[in-house]
């Protein structure tokens, strides 16, 4: 019996001992296996990227709860040292102010609130322009101050105060004598910036200027700023500060009597040998 085939449109030849309505044959082989891979891997590039998805989430909350636990750690630290400040008398209320830098964000005190009322809840916090980023209670007035300390220094703290001595001693003369080797600990002898208005621009370019190879100045009939890496060596600056200034006026204050200074040298060799002053790690 001979076969008889017919062209059916798009060229389908079919047999005609074949049903012409029979369903075609789904074809076999590497065409087939091809396709179900392919549906395998666009499933398991799905789920991969929910997975990898899941796991950049995970990895972005970690990552911002030890920010915030980190922040929680020095914003403690930094009432700590603004409570220091008035338990030590170098401060009176509320008319010092305390920061501290981590990253891009600064902590700092917020104005007008007493030390002792501060909580884990009002931690406030700014970037470098100013920027409030933490909190709601606005922060000190002399920011402008601060923030020119961490721009244009390594700075990781800042700490100012109204000492009554240094504030004495800035009303006086236009640089703190050197009395005291530990005039070396702060770069060399003390300079008085000129007066400016608290919080204004002038005051913190006037610092600026008075800080040039200095950890501290004096600001004058005003009060101190001192600057280090740390809270702790910030607050110590300022506390020696405070004590050359009032070493001075009881040397100076003797009738008759001028105090002896250190020269350049002295201070240079002082400096020298504070460097490998304390314990090494």
Known sequence: MAFRTEIRPFGRIVSAREPPDRPLRRRSGWQDHGMAEALRNTDDGHQGGRQDARQDGGQRDVRQGDARQDQARLWAELVATARRTVADGLVVGTSGNVSARVGDLVLVTPSGVPYDRLTPDDITGVDLTGRQVLGTLAPTSELPMHLAVYRTTDARAVVHTHAVHATAVSTLVPELPPVHYMTAALGGPVRVAPYAAYGSGELAENMLRALAGR?????????????????????????QLEWMCRLWLTASSVPGLTPSLLTEAQLTEAGERLKGYGQRR
């Open 215 to 239: 950890s501290g100045c004096l600001l004058q009939n005003h009060g101190t700023i001192t600057y280090g890496a740390t809270l702790d060596q910030a607050y110590d600056r300022t506390a």
